[in-house]
């Protein structure tokens, strides 16, 4: 049997936060340093009276629907396709209005891969897989296989994780691996 | 640790046969007999030509939505969740359209459960749990832990895993468990 790896979507295959920092610009007329994010989520380097609105632009039906693919994504993610099983699995409970642009941007983007495999969840300790690429050190630590902690400004300080910061740095790491 | 029960939605706690034959009547004029259905699915006993129909049902994004929900589902699952880690996993991705109204059912109808802790998927080969009740031998056979099939006409031959009538049923299997 094929070992197995579960993939993130927000910040790992899709970039949401570039979407939500060019928003925030349209909507505020601030332009926010991706710098100034080191360590930090979005939510501790804008004014308080800004948070809400900047939670609520991604309970619009399309916010998820036009994000930009990462580099090396669909390329790296249709190579390792050939030597495990690939699942998608996102924390979309949290966004709930985004299941339907979720589905139909892994439709247009990663139409080499299975929809039985995508998951939408919300604890992804219930992934039942060998490896998770994710940005959250958080799930992370629920996940009971081996993590690898995909870089994002907000966990440049997180250590406890094999880090890989793009996804050519993703394709070495399983060229490392047995089997 | 508490153990984890994933349980899913259709046919085992939402009865989503009795929907459809019933709009099958509204549709045909024709009323199927639950007795005809035994180890038979919906699509054995109707004519061919009403077969497209009777699939495209589900995806009329509130067909989901107004579903009954299983005799004692909700007072043993609420039990249940003191003793065990609950899951709800659906394999949502075969009806894409579904998600929101699965996912509002569950809210109005398990609001003692952690949306945190829905799964909307495909190949339930995925879900970590200890326990699956499905009514899907497909499913259980994907499934790494124990399963129980949750009875329905179209599984009343299959003899493979340990079967519940009912969530009565479910009741008792768990209090015979240990720990």
Redesign the interface.
């Known amino acids: 049997m094929k070992q197995?790896i579960?993939i993130d979507m927000d910040e790992v295959i899709a970039d949401t936060l570039k979407a939500r920092l060019e928003r925030y610009e349209i909507d505020y007329g601030i332009r926010l340093d991706l710098e100034a994010l080191n360590g930090k989520h979005i939510y501790d380097v804008i004014p308080g009276e800004h948070r809400q609105q900047v939670r609520d632009v991604m309970d619009e039906p399309d916010f998820f629907r036009h994000l930009e693919v990462f580099p090396y994504a669909q390329e790296v993610i249709s190579e390792l396709a050939e030597r495990y099983d690939i699942?998608i699995?996102t924390?979309?409970?949290?966004v709930?209005?985004s299941?339907?642009a979720k589905?139909e941007w892994l439709l247009e983007h990663f139409p080499f891969l299975?929809?039985?495999?995508?998951?939408?969840?919300?604890?992804k300790?219930?992934?039942?897989?060998d490896y998770l690429v994710d940005d959250n050190p958080s799930q992370l630590r629920n996940f009971?296989g081996k993590g690898l902690l995909f870089s994002s400004p907000a966990n440049k300080e997180v250590t406890e994780f094999t880090r890989v910061n793009s996804w050519l740095e993703v394709k070495e790491f399983f060229q490392q691996q047995p089997g």
Chains 1, 2 share one sequence.
């Open positions: 197995r579960a699942f699995a924390a979309a409970m949290e709930p209005f299941f339907t589905y299975d929809a039985m495999h995508f998951v939408f969840c919300g604890n300790g219930i992934i039942a897989a009971r």
